[in-house]
């Protein structure tokens, strides 16, 4: 997870949205090579209605041998072309599978991180990971098994007509039956896998949701409540799961249905003209055992692609609603700014905001209106308001985390982008600790940061104890058991190891610590910010005091501003 996190934030996951994936070229070839495979019993039925008519006429073993060994032969060929067409559709259904989850993943991560309206985690992860397999089974048997059933019956119709017009025909009646039926079916089948997926990625988001939370849930004596819905909820999940089977039952049913008629009225027909009881439909002098056989061994082989469609119907349904959910992943939100193409110059870290006004929706109020402020490089600045009144979000579009509705935000005049994350450290209000070891957490993975840094970076945020302590056992998920204290020293050591950092941003990083430790923190942070530009939001006087200067901001001066 972590990890996962860090390539998905990673540099290369930002910039341009990608184009639509194309379909691949390997599916179309893997779907000729298994439709060539089925086409080969056409001659091994051939080879065996005459070694069979041969045998009836008197013939001995010796007439018969050589046609055994082709019949052989060909069954060889068939099952290498169909082994090689199943890889060929695996491997290209996997490589379309990679492509998709990397899209998605880059679109989920150039979400802006204050974005509400972002897929929850649970449900995200959900998608990408476990729903997205659905569609390497929907695109390496469904796909060919389409292609399969539209090529095949046709080609074996065009064998049996000049033989037999009448066998053609029944055999042209039952199938257009099957397809409608289908359709019918599939049209249903969708809506149902749809809503199962729905009520999969939902459950998964509530279950992670609320694992999360269980220390809260516990203690407020929510235990019964929680576990109310989560049987719903599941239950839900298995009404929804019947109903999809239930389709998938009755596809097959209705197929199979067809499918014996179909082969009963041919297997009659042949049987009435070779007792000679009827010399109708047949071109010329009825049928005799070689075609007769031949008409009825190709019978059954027209109906088996359809079969094999239906066998694999649900994997379109299922598969297409995965295509569907992963793609939905892909819909624009709040977007973090695109890297402009300007190359990074040395950065000094002035910041200036020039009549910025920022809402997190259409019809939400705004957060930020005609907001001015110019710091200078190097200049330490507290951000003082009541809760509510912007201060987050200010930092944020300093970040570059989202792009503000009017206005411009630069730094030494260069718009932010994503080109500037490496020169701003950013010290968050819940810094989220991954599962794992302290200096992973302090590095994150970072290309520019070294051991040494890190082990620096501990030292100077006071680290080194705690680090002793927790050397054999690696921090828990989501921080269990870092006091908030030790979580805002880590946030500082992340920062510090970052030497190209010229800008730091702090939300409340005294907030919710006790004096001793709140005036600790303050004394890291301005070491950590000497010589670069500070921008704190804090509620805390005696951490203002410390700045060089602070800009009280309300919503009154706000829409004062405003005016
Ligand atoms: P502060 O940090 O000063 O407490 P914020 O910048 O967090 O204030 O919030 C400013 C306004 O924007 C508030 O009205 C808040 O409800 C709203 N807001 C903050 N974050 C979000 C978000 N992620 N989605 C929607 N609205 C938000
Ligand atoms: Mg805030």
Known sequence: ???????????????????????????????????????IWIPQAAILATA????????????????????????????????????????????????????????????????????????????????????????????????????????????????????????????PLIPVF???????????????????????????????????????????????????DAESLKTRTMAVLKIAFLSSAVLELFAALGVALVAVYVGFSLLGETRFGAW???????????????????????????????????????MKAINALNVEGLQLPAASDAPAVATAGAIRLANVGFRYGKD???????????????????????????????????????????????????????ALHDKIAWVGQKPHIFAGTIAGNISLGRPNVSMESVAESLNFAKLNRFARSHARRPLGDGGLGVSGGEALRLAIARAACNPNARIVLADEPTAHLDAETASDITESLIALAKGRTLVVATHDPRLAARMDRTIVLNPETLREAAE
């Open 284 to 322: 010329a002098g009825g049928l005799d055992l070689t075609s007769g056989l031949f008409v009825l061994l190709l019978a059954p082989a027209f109906f088996e692609p359809l079969r094999e469609l239906s066998a694999v119907w649900h994997d379109r349904a299922a598969g297409e609603a995965a």
């Open 182 to 232: 289908m359709a019918l079916i599939g049209w249903r089948a969708q809506a149902a896998s749809e809503k199962q997926l729905a009520a999969t990625g939902g459950l998964n988001g509530f279950l992670l949701d609320r694992l999360r939370g269980m220390a809260t849930i516990r203690s407020l004596g929510a235990v019964d409540a929680t576990a109310t819905r989560l049987r719903a």
């Open 1 to 39: 997870m972590g990890s996962a996190y860090l390539d998905a934030s990673g540099k290369q996951a930002f910039g341009k949205p990608e184009k639509p994936v194309p379909r691949h070229r390997g599916l179309r070839k893997a779907a000729a090579v298994q439709t060539l495979a089925s086409l």
């Open 52 to 175: 069979v008519g041969r045998i009836a006429d008197g013939g001995g073993f010796n007439d018969v041998f050589g046609l055994a060994v082709y019949i052989a032969l060909f069954g060889i060929a068939k099952s290498c072309l169909e082994a090689a067409g199943g890889r060929m559709a695996f491997r290209a259904a996997r490589t379309e599978l990679t492509a998709r989850r990397e899209l998605a993943t880059a679109a989920v991560a150039r979400r802006s991180p204050i974005d509400s309206t972002r897929p929850s985690s649970g449900e995200a992860a959900s998608v990408i990971g476990e729903q997205a397999e659905m569609i390497v089974p929907y695109l390496s048997r469904f796909q060919p098994a389409r292609f399969k059933a539209s090529a095949v019956p046709s080609i074996i119709l065009a064998c049996i007509f000049p033989i037999s017009w009448i066998a053609a025909l029944i055999l042209l009646f039952a199938m």
């Open 364 to 418: 939400s109020n705004a957060a930020i209106d005609g907001f001015d402020l110019s710091v200078r490089a190097g200049e330490h600045v507290a951000l003082l308001g009541p809760s509510g009144s912007g201060k987050s979000t200010l930092l944020a579009l300093i970040a570059g985390h989202a792009t503000g509705d009017t206005g411009s935000v630069t730094i030494d005049g260069q718009p932010v982008s994503s």
